[in-house]
């Protein structure tokens, strides 16, 4: 197999992290002896992708970093490797907030601001250690002493290997960490269908390919190992909860605490389900909401030029990139609809 040397794969791709960046990052790495990660809230597939390829590289360079996840992720990511070894701060407080207090560096990846640690942001503002955040959202915090945001790229797992590489470390991306960053671009772009247009997206897949990656067997891992009742309640959402709005091109998916409960519902049994309604026809904006114990939870997707992300923050206080978004809202089910379908006649002429 061959691969691209580290010269021919930097003219392939473009530099788009700041070169006193890289140095700084590489400086702060060399320079820690105790390195943790820390990703947000609920942990998405790019969330464990970008921590769990970091970790495996900064293994590879020598160190002991370790990962702190605010709460549980999914099931279907519990194969990537190292995922075992992930303190979920909701399980071991204690133990996490020791190790961040102690970490001599702290990398925050994924998230833009510090709310999105939900219980472990005191912890990480509080800590002493250096801060670098590296993420793909819009408008980011200035919690870090390092920051490289960029909300063009489809993912902070792609974010983690141009890192890598700009750092001059491709030879050690090894085969974990391949699988990792594979699997955090695959799933923050709905596998290659959404935010995937740009052509050096391929490129880094085609190395990580040559490394080793199975991207069928990832797919398969991720996407096609959900139980029969995520698939019951798939089908409940779509015949009972789907409501379609095609003077506005627009769709929205409710689920409540009761009807999850009903299903045997589990984290991360609703994966997905926003993008759904875009395969209807005359479909390009969905939205998808979801009780939880204090709020209700939503997801933004849209197809063409919807901007996802303007709606999030005008309406849900949230944002995003222009076609995946998501935000919060602090009240009712009944009301978020009602909130919902009263901006709708607003945004009309983005469609």
């Known amino acids: 197999m061959l691969f691209l040397c580290p010269i021919k794969l930097y003219k392939m791709i473009s530099k788009v992290i700041a070169e006193d960046l890289v140095h700084k990052v590489k400086y702060a790495i060399n320079e820690a002896d105790s390195i943790a990660m820390v990703i947000h809230v609920g942990p998405d597939g790019d969330a464990m992708g970008a921590s769990l390829g970091m970790l495996h590289y900064l293994k590879s360079c ?29 399980r071991d407080a204690e133990k996490a907030t020791e190790l961040l207090s102690n970490a001599d560096l702290i990398i925050a990846l994924d998230f833009n601001t510090p709310k999105r640690m939900a219980e472990v942001e005191p912890v990480v503002l509080a800590a002493e250690g ?16 390092i920051v490289i945001s960029h909300p063009e790229i489809s993912s902070t797992s792609e ?6 590489c700009r750092m001059g470390d491709f030879s050690k991306i090894n085969l974990a960490c ?56 798939m089908g409940y959402c779509l015949y009972e909860k789907m409501k379609v709005y095609p003077e506005y091109k627009s769709a929205l ?58 709606f999030a923050d005008d309406v849900f206080g949230g944002g995003g990139h222009l076609n995946a978004s998501g935000g919060e809202f602090y009240g009712s089910m009944e009301e978020a609809v009602k909130i919902f379908e009263d901006t709708l006649p607003a945004y009309r002429d983005f469609f």
């Open 62 to 90: 020598g160190k002991s970093p370790f990962i702190v996840a605010p709460s549980a992720f999914p099931a279907f990511y519990e194969w990537m490797p190292g995922a075992d070894s992930v303190y979920v701060f909701e």
């Open 253 to 310: 998916i409710t689920l409540t605490a009761e009807e999850m409960e009903r299903f045997n519902y589990v984290n991360g049994d609703s994966e997905g389900f926003v993008n759904i309604p875009l395969s209807i026809q005359g479909i390009d904006f969905s939205v998808f909401m979801r009780e939880e114990t204090d709020k209700i939870k939503i997801s933004l997707r849209s197809q063409g030029t919807f901007p996802t992300n303007k």
């Open 130 to 145: 250096k801060k670098i955040m590296i993420d793909h959202h819009l408008n980011p915090g200035d919690f870090a002493d």
């Open 178 to 233: 391949a699988e990792c960053i594979y699997t955090g671009m695959m799933s923050d772009t709905g596998g290659f269908t959404y935010n995937s247009n740009d052509q050096e997206i391929y490129v880094i897949i085609s190395e990580l390919i040559k490394l080793g990656v199975d991207k069928d067997e990832i797919y398969r891992k991720v996407f096609n190992t959900y139980s029969d009742h995520r698939l019951r309640l």
């Open 159 to 164: 974010l983690v290997f141009r890192l890598i």
